[in-house]
């Protein structure tokens, strides 16, 4: 991950974030959780940063997207007790993998907030497209 990329991916989840309708925040982090690139769209609610990173963050500590998370910690879930506090459970958070010889590891994650949860989805998709398309 580095900061070139990270920014790429933020500007195209901003992209796609306007031909959805929605007004976002985007957040992008390292393979230990730590903030790369942000950017809030103007008008994007106050919540929005803290989600967006709480989302990358997730994805990276879970190693898996964020969509996942809110029925397995539901109760009679997998994950159920997961301490919530520490991360979010909802849409929009998805892990960035890379191949490195021994096997595939989580080297980032993309957090989006602000839309809906299909739209937060939607536009962390297309900012997890850049990484892959690298």
Do not use: H
Request: glycine share 16%.
């Amino acid at each position: 991950m580095n900061l070139e990329l990270a920014l790429r991916m933020t500007e195209a989840a901003i992209r796609r974030a306007i031909r959805e309708g929605a007004v976002i925040s985007v957040a992008v982090v390292d393979e230990g959780g730590y903030l790369v690139s942000f950017q809030r769209m103007e008008g994007a609610e106050i919540a929005g940063p803290g989600l967006a990173q709480g989302k990358a963050y997730t994805a990276v500590a879970l190693r898996r997207p964020t969509a996942e998370l809110a029925v397995r910690t539901a109760p009679g879930g997998d994950l159920y007790g997961l301490p919530r506090q520490d991360y979010v459970c909802v849409g929009g958070g998805i892990p960035l993998w890379a191949d490195y010889g021994g096997g595939a590891r989580v080297v980032g994650g993309i957090g989006v907030s602000g839309g809906t949860i299909t739209q937060d989805v939607v536009c962390a998709e297309a900012a997890a497209e850049v990484w892959r398309t690298r």
